[in-house]
Nanobody, 124 residues
Framework: QVQLVESGGGLVQAGGSLSLTCAASGRTNSIYTMGWFRQAPGKERTFVAT????????YYADSVKGRVTISRDSAKNTVFLHMNSLKPEDTAVYYC?????????????????WGQGTQVTVSS
């Protein structure tokens, strides 16, 4: 099992920036991909970004491309989500997720472990 703990959420004005951190522990040598999803009130959890743990390649949802960067520190088993030019529609609970095998990176079922989530609120 992989345990994940997110941090860094908060309140920011539209146009501002925010960075999220996810620290992994446990069977971290089994991680294949780590990503971020988000869930707005009354909506489904959706894919934001992911990174392949060994290669470092990254993938983004169209809705955040150009505004969000995912990065990792493999030595510290940590993944980051840097968000710029934030919009009110980015308001959501952001979840870190770890997948242990290949799969469709935008699907929730690809990921085996989830963090508790961190709230991001963007005011207009």
């Amino acid at each position: 099992q992989v345990q994940l703990v997110e941090s860094g959420g908060g309140l920011v004005q539209a146009g501002g920036s925010l960075s999220l951190t996810c620290a992994a522990s446990g069977r971290t040598n089994s991680i294949y991909t780590m990503g971020w999803f988000r869930q707005a009130p009354g909506k489904e959890r959706t894919f934001v970004a992911t990174t392949m743990w060994s290669r470092g390649s990254t993938y983004y949802a169209d809705s955040v491309k150009g505004r969000v960067t995912i990065s990792r520190d493999s030595a510290k088993n940590t993944v980051f989500l840097h968000m710029n030019s934030l919009k009110p529609e980015d308001t959501a609970v952001y979840y870190c997720a770890a997948g242990l095998r290949p799969g469709l990176i935008h699907l929730i079922n690809t990921y085996n472990s989830w963090g508790q989530g961190t709230q991001v609120t963007v005011s207009s």
